[in-house]
């Protein structure tokens, strides 16, 4: 395992720490490093939580900050984050008008989650992501998995409360963009977890896994190494299919770590292509590394059906460590 | 060679097609790509050109817009771009008060530049970075390497260009801030050019390159594998040694492409721990990948000394598709 690292127990402790320092303008650490949350609160805003298993960076403390989010757990890699965190972070940023948790659907992550909904005994509303098409149920789900849609729930829902949207309307549209909202993954290698010390899984020099998890979890099927156009048709076709809508969309590319710029670049101009012929038309783009598995190679195509209300506050400021625009 | 990729011929091509669907709103394409340029210009502003091979992304093209570079021409992975495309790039973004080229220090690029300079017929001065503290010479230089901090001359005199500095101030900017930036970097892994379709060097399991070049050029030498501590105990030692400076710093920790943002986040806080050492203080952070080598594992370390000049303009605006803030 080739790693910058220290030792394995320390990794995201001393990340975080690098990520408070490096960004000690927007967020700040929790006691026991229990979440990261925004600096600076809005009184009678809806406060957004989100947090899952680590090894996802920028998601979700990169996107804790004005017209985001405002607390994240960070659980160990790969694994959720428990609820006396999620608690604690929602002591910490509550100012009164309830709270809104974001949870990508895996088992212990909803479990977790709603657990500290139901102990905080605070004013809490779940949206749960459930993007992945690439499977129905899978290793830690009932249902299809969240991955990189998340991501984008998190950024309407945030821009939304920024504006003073109430506790029910948001959870309303979190629920809509998640509705609106389709991935799918392909991995070329497997991530390493720090803590294993070697690849999750195995993969041939020739082969890729289509429809893979963000945790390196099976996709749909081991198939030989294709060009970037057949394995965006295939996304494509998948992602279009199971939307079964045309016209504006949000077209993000989301890397998974270890996978370039230059082909990242390149995979949106394939997919743009194939959404062409499916009738839906990127009127907003997004491209890199968002929403990771740690040093997996490969990428995820998300597509974001817009009407006027999402792309509004899609478009609206945003100022977090990983995404920022218009402030 | 595993790659999201069609032919390896059309990499570069397809690619930027991909930027610039994807960031119409910022930048457009020269014919034939021979350059990115800025999709609004600014008559009157000094134009800031650069360029350089293609296998650093998001250098340079991600770096045009508001605040930053007019043009940036992409050669081939890992090959200098020709006259022509400076001089076609220069013939459409200058509008009368002079262009700057910044220009990392490799013999292809400061040659090619310079032949563009001579034959354009027009006012132009070159900054020429050279950051690199690893190397004096080395395979495709004479004195030092131009990596990283090239990025930070180009946020710097791109935000004193947009203030309405004339050509002679740039230029004298441009080489003070390269005069206070220094950069070493370290590789876990070989990048794989697309078109040699293997590794360009071999390491082992437990080895890595330390002050490898942005190319996969060698280092100052081969050791085994390290602590993330001991790594950049080695590289700021280095860095600050050469500086020969103490006071306010950006602390810039820069990602080769394959290395996850919960290392580089944790290399940033080893860093900063070690600057402290030499009294020098990282009062500005940025962490990410922003001069990459292709799918190479492992990061480099800038750091730039900060004047008030120099902090002003690097807080100032800036509006690219791989650096926003403050618009």
């Not at 899952?52 to 998601?59: F, R």
């Not at 690439?134 to 920024?162: D, F, P, Q």
Request: hydrophobic share 45%; aromatic share 4%.
């Amino acid at each position: 395992m080739k790693k910058l690292i220290n030792d394995v127990s320390n990794v995201l402790t001393e990340s975080l720490d690098g990520f408070v320092a490096a960004h000690g303008d927007i967020v700040m650490l929790g006691e026991e490093h229990k979440f990261v949350r925004r600096k600076v609160l809005k009184p009678g805003k809806v406060a957004l939580l989100s947090g899952g298993g680590s090894g996802h960076e920028p998601l979700h403390a990169g996107f804790v900050g004005h017209g985001m989010l405002d607390a994240a757990c960070p659980g160990q890699v790969f694994t959720s984050p428990t609820p006396d965190q999620m608690i604690a972070a929602a002591d910490a940023v509550d100012t009164g008008a309830g709270l809104l948790f974001i949870v990508k659907n895996y088992e212990g992550d909803v479990m977790n989650f709603d657990m500290a909904r139901e102990m905080s005994g605070r004013d809490i509303e779940t949206v749960i992501t459930d993007d992945d098409v690439a499977v129905e149920n899978s290793l830690y789900t009932t249902g299809r998995r969240g991955v990189a849609g998340t991501m984008v729930v998190e950024k309407v829902v945030g821009a939304a409360a920024e504006r003073g949207a109430d506790l029910k309307s948001l959870k309303a549209l979190g629920d809509k963009v998640n509705r609106a909202t389709r991935s799918m993954g392909v991995a070329l290698t497997s991530c390493t977890v720090p803590a294993a010390g070697k690849p999750t899984f195995a993969i041939g020099e020739n082969e890729m896994e289509m429809g893979v998890g963000i945790h390196g979890e099976p996709g749909r099927r081991r198939v030989a190494l294709r060009t970037a156009n057949e394995i965006a048709e295939e996304m494509v076709a998948a992602i279009a299919g199971d939307l079964n809508a045309r016209g504006d969309a949000l077209l993000f590319v989301n890397g998974f770590g270890a996978t370039p710029a230059m082909e990242l670049y390149l995979m949106y101009n394939a997919a743009k292509a194939q959404l062409a012929k499916h009738g839906i038309n990127p009127a907003r783009a997004l491209v890199g590394n968002y929403v990771t598995s740690l040093d997996m190679a490969g990428c995820s195509i998300t597509v974001t059906m817009l009407d006027e209300e999402i792309a509004q506050v899609w478009d609206a400021p945003v100022h977090t460590a990983a995404l920022r625009w218009g402030l």
